[in-house]
């Protein structure tokens, strides 16, 4: 596997080869869910194609308020981790090299960033569009692979592909849950044993809403009345939107999800499941 560090080293590597090229673009901090990604990049790649892997801290998705140097960064492991799941490529740019003192372009949706995570993390998705464009066109793959736990991101960086006309192929992974339900997320390890026996208790209130329930309002009622109960927790957000626009779901006409966003002590913990269309 090749550490690529430098815009020119993966220039040089990307002009080689040929075929599929399937890109896993991470913050680092890698953990099964992350594992999951790069394993099913391998497999779409092939045995002719390439899978290559980016772990970049991207500094200006985070908030003012939001800590981007307590975030982990383990990396020799995570290297390990790209090597065990088959990555050709780990790409490893540094901040100065990715924002120069005076940059002035940025990527911004308009629509699609303004509700649920939107709200509380204003300049969030600014931050990861521009730094998902910018790694587009450094890597030039054929296709990029992103979870759907984060299920917003997906359809915002679908929607940027699509009106900035980026030639890549954007390919989803489900969420990868721990035994207990709890989606994996590098945030878990923030929480203490007490908040990490309770976090699958938001996960089962959703489930258990959209087992009983149809109406999309009263399934968000549900999962508010049932995270109240869990000690430490303060919901963000419940809200049952368009699996496309995000917009608020009116009825099961169309595919729902259902997203979620709960602090449990200092810990924000997001989570979502689908709503298949009700005939
Ligand atoms: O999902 C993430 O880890 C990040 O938002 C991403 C897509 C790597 C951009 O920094």
Redesign the pocket.
């Given at each position: 596997m090749k550490s690529l560090i430098t815009m020119e080293s993966v220039r040089a590597w990307r002009k080689k080869i040929t075929g599929k090229v399937v890109f896993v673009?991470?913050?680092g901090a890698l953990h099964h869910g992350?594992e999951a990604l790069i394993r099913d990049a391998r497999r779409l790649a092939g045995l002719k194609g390439s899978v290559v892997v980016?772990i970049?801290?991207?500094p200006i998705?985070f908030g003012p308020r939001e800590d981007v140097a307590s975030y982990p960064k383990p990396l020799k492991n995570d290297i390990t981790v790209c090597r065990r799941a088959g990555a050709d490529a780990v790409f490893l740019p540094t901040v100065a090299d990715m924002y120069g003192p005076d940059r002035s372009v940025f990527v911004d949706e308009e629509s699609l960033s303004s509700v649920l995570c939107g709200r509380s993390r204003p300049g969030h998705f600014r931050?990861?569009c521009t730094?998902?464009a910018k790694?587009f066109n450094i890597v030039q793959p054929t296709h990029a692979i992103?979870?759907e736990?984060?299920w917003q991101?997906l359809a915002i960086?679908r929607r940027m592909v699509r009106d900035l006309n980026f030639p890549v192929e954007i390919v989803t992974a489900p969420t990868v849950r721990e035994s207990d339900g709890l989606a994996a997320s590098?945030r878990n390890a923030y929480l203490t044993a007490e908040e990490r026996a309770l976090a699958p208790l938001i996960h089962a209130a959703m489930q258990s809403a959209v087992e009983k329930l149809k109406d999309p309002v009263a399934i968000v009622r549900a999962v508010a009345r049932a995270v109240e109960k869990i000690p430490g927790a303060r919901l963000d957000y419940a809200e049952t939107v368009d699996s496309v626009t995000l917009l608020p779901l009116k009825n099961r006409k169309s595919a729902g999800r259902l997203a979620v966003a709960v602090f449990l002590g200092k810990t924000r913990l997001i989570d979502n499941i689908g709503l298949p269309p009700h005939k």
């Open positions: 673009p991470t913050m992350h980016s970049f801290l991207n998705q931050g990861v730094v998902v790694l992103f979870g736990k984060d991101q960086i590098s």
